[in-house]
């Protein structure tokens, strides 16, 4: 049989059946083809496993007991894992503290105004970088170097700065600024900054005709004074990263799509915001989706400059979970404020995710 898939083989040069080459082939060639193909089979599984097991128990697992907590008596020192009655007790608990309210309002307040900051500063700095300025990669790299500071150094850096006694404000008076406004008759100018409770813009009277619950509301909804540093702050050092994405985002974009515009005669401010910007619409959402995320759980930079703030004016979410949890050991109270996070964080997230898996 051998010798006969042997001439068919001479005789054809091409059409060989499968079982007639593999008869050719030694026995130890076949075995050691089987193992290898047994062991690729094998191998992802093995790789994937314990980071797999990891994942369920270090996530999904801890997600469920701060769930578990969040719906139980436990807050004291001692455990109580038992199910607190009326059923989700302590998330209407939560939601009637004038705090809480206070650390949404912040949260959002400083989502907005971080966002916009940084998106827009890094959006004119990688348009001044892309034009080829003298200096440019040294800038470059200039501008990038707060994003490698912690929010801790970020926090007590800019705490010093915004101290109202030796801070900013000794600039104010060394420039005269001041003594200018004395002199035509206004107050000197001396912001609290990180220690004003006032809020600016308050927007209760004009939503209370709308929803006349917010007339009752213990906060003002508008933007906190206190928070406007810890905003300059974060879109300081998170401003790098905005630039440095939409660089990448204008490597990509052709040459000659700016010659063409050229062209047709539009000029240097046409191309940038009517060709490439409206080609880095992709690079925008991505960044607001990054830098949301980032905002949304923000704790070390807040907890390094200012805390809770004067009135609550600089709490979010990440402090009140700190708060509760290791300073007042309200644990259930902790956990479902924690849990809120993880919501609202999974609101900007999974949306995302599941845009870019559905175009896959």
Do not use: C
Request: net charge positive.
């Amino acid at each position: 049989m051998k010798a006969k898939n042997r001439s068919q083989i001479s005789a054809d040069g091409s059409a060989v059946k499968a079982e007639s080459v593999a008869s050719l082939r030694p026995p130890a060639q076949i075995a050691t083809r089987a193992r290898r193909f047994r062991l690729d089979d094998a191998l992802p599984p093995l790789i994937l496993t314990p980071a797999m097991i990891a994942s369920i128990i270090f996530v999904y697992a801890f997600i469920a007991i701060t769930i578990w907590v969040s719906l139980s008596k436990w807050g004291t020192l001692r455990m109580d894992l038992n199910l607190r009655e009326p059923f989700g007790f302590t998330y209407q608990q939560m939601f009637a503290m004038p705090r809480w309210h206070a650390s949404l309002r912040n949260m959002f307040v400083f989502t907005t105004l971080f966002l916009i900051g940084s998106i827009f500063f890094g959006l004119l700095l990688a348009m001044l970088l892309d034009r080829k300025l003298i200096g440019h990669s040294i800038l470059r790299n200039v501008f990038l170097f707060p994003y490698a500071l912690s929010f801790i150094v970020t926090g007590i850096a800019w705490r010093w700065i915004f101290n109202p006694e030796t801070g900013i404000n000794l600039l104010f008076d060394g420039l005269g600024i001041n003594h200018l406004i004395t002199s035509m008759g206004g107050p000197p100018f001396k912001p609290g900054w990180t220690t004003d409770p006032s809020v600016l813009f308050s927007i209760n009277d004009w939503l209370g005709n709308i929803f006349p619950a917010v007339k009752d509301m213990s906060i003002q909804l508008g933007i906190p004074v206190a928070l406007i540093p810890v905003v300059i702050a974060a879109a300081w050092q998170l401003t790098g990263f905005s630039m440095a994405m939409y660089i990448a985002g204008m490597a990509t974009i052709s040459p000659e799509l700016r010659e063409a515009a050229r062209i047709d005669g539009a000029n240097e401010f046409q191309i940038y915001t009517n060709v490439i910007m409206p080609l880095l619409r992709p690079v925008t959402v991505s960044t607001a989706i990054i830098l949301g995320h980032v905002s949304l759980k923000i704790f070390d930079l807040i907890f390094a400059m200012t805390g809770s703030g004067p009135g609550f004016a600089t709490d979010v979410p990440g402090i009140f979970v700190f708060d509760q949890t290791f300073k007042a050991t309200k644990y259930n109270l902790g956990a479902a404020a924690s849990v809120v996070m993880l919501f609202l964080v999974s609101l900007v997230i999974v949306p995302y995710l599941w845009s870019n898996l559905r175009k896959r």
